[in-house]
C-alpha cells in the first residue's frame, strides 16, 4: 500500500508548511513567526512568502533559525497568471533552491508548479476551495504532490478551510495525490497552530524530511494523534488518540465508520473494507472537539 507511514523507520516530526511573515503579507517578521512555532512544541517549519512582484520576490533564507531540535525547509507559495475567477494561482512549493528563479507571471499554473518540482521542491495545490479553484484547473496541475485538504487560516477567517472535496474527486480520477493540512498563518488573526503534517522521517534532518513528504510518509491532523493505520485481510485496523468518530471512505460515496457512544470515545477500529471496494481509500478521526486526523489516501496493492 501506498502512503502509511507507520512502519518507516525514525520518529514523527510536526510541522508547518504554510505561513508568511512581513517579507510579504504577514504581521511579524521572519524570526517572529518562526518563534511561534518553535515555542510551542513543532519540530520544523516552511516559511512560505508569496514570490510575486508585489513583494519583490520573497525567498526567505532561513537556515540562520535551524538549532538541533528544530529546523526549517526553504519554500514560498507561487502566483502566476490567473485561474477562471480572475485570482492568481497558489501554489504550494516547500524544498525550493534558494536560487529559484522569478518567472514571467504570464506562465501557466502548471508549468510553474513543474518548475518548482524540477527545482527539487514538495509541490501542493494550495487551498483549492478558498479561492474557488475549479476541478479542471486543480487536475492540470500535473506536477503536484499533493492537495491541501486544510487550510486553518481559512477555516478561521472566511469557514473555507476544508477542500476534500476537489481531492476527491481527483483522486476518484486516478490521481496519485497525497494531503497535507496546514496554518497559512499570517499572525492578523489567531491562524496559527491549528492545522499541521505529522511527518516520519529517519531525522531532523531538512533533505530527510522533504524525502519524506515526497514518498508520503506523513499524515495530517488539526488534533488528533494516528498512532497505527494498517490493511490486513479485507480489514482496516486503526489506533489512534480517544476520538468520537473513525471513518474510512473510497471512490464516490461508500465509507465505513465506527462511532462511539454519545458522551464516550473509542480509540481502535477494526473495519471490513467490502463496501470500499476497488481504488483508494483514506482514514478520518474526529475528536471531541471537531478536531480532525487524516491519512494519505491509500492504494492496496
Not at 122 to 137: K, M
Not at 163 to 174: E, M
Not at 236 to 256: F, K, L, N
Amino acid at each position: 500500500m501506498r502512503a502509511l507511514p507507520f512502519d518507516e523507520p525514525g520518529r514523527f516530526y510536526r510541522g508547518n508548511l504554510h505561513m508568511h511573515s512581513t517579507r510579504s503579507d504577514g504581521a511579524l517578521d521572519p524570526a517572529g513567526a518562526i518563534a511561534a512555532y518553535r515555542n510551542h512544541d513543532y519540530d520544523f517549519v516552511s516559511l512560505t512568502d508569496h514570490f510575486m512582484p508585489r513583494y519583490d520576490w520573497p525567498l526567505v533564507d532561513t537556515r540562520a533559525f535551524r538549532t538541533p531540535t528544530f529546523t526549517t525547509l526553504i519554500g514560498a507559495e507561487l502566483h502566476t497568471a490567473a485561474i477562471s475567477t480572475g485570482e492568481p494561482w497558489h501554489i504550494l512549493a516547500v524544498g525550493l533552491p534558494l536560487d529559484f528563479p522569478r518567472h514571467d507571471t504570464a506562465i501557466s499554473g502548471a508549468e510553474l508548479a513543474a518548475r518548482a518540482r524540477e527545482a527539487g521542491a514538495f509541490v501542493a495545490v494550495a487551498h483549492p476551495n478558498w479561492y474557488a479553484l475549479r476541478y479542471d484547473e486543480a487536475a492540470s496541475i500535473e506536477a503536484a504532490h499533493a492537495v491541501e485538504v486544510f487550510n486553518y487560516g481559512c477555516h478561521v477567517e472566511v469557514d473555507r478551510g476544508e477542500s476534500w472535496h476537489v481531492t476527491d474527486q481527483l483522486l476518484c480520477a486516478g490521481r496519485r495525490l497525497t494531503a497535507v493540512a496546514t496554518d497559512d498563518s499570517h499572525f492578523k488573526v489567531a491562524d496559527y497552530r491549528g492545522g499541521w503534517v505529522q511527518v516520519k522521517a529517519a531525522s531532523l534532518d531538512p533533505d530527510a524530511l522533504l524525502a519524506a513528504l515526497k514518498a508520503g510518509h506523513f499524515y495530517s491532523s488539526s488534533g488528533p494523534e494516528l498512532r497505527d493505520v494498517r490493511l490486513e485481510n479485507g480489514r482496516i485496523r486503526v489506533s489512534c488518540s480517544p476520538v468520537r468518530a473513525i471513518a474510512v471512505t473510497g471512490r464516490g460515496a461508500r465509507s465505513v465508520r465506527l462511532n462511539a457512544a454519545p458522551g464516550e470515545t473509542v480509540s481502535e477500529a477494526d473495519l471490513p473494507l467490502e463496501k470500499i471496494g476497488d481504488g483508494y481509500c483514506r482514514v478520518t478521526v474526529v475528536d471531541a472537539q471537531g478536531g480532525r486526523a487524516w491519512t494519505n489516501p491509500i492504494w492496496p496493492e
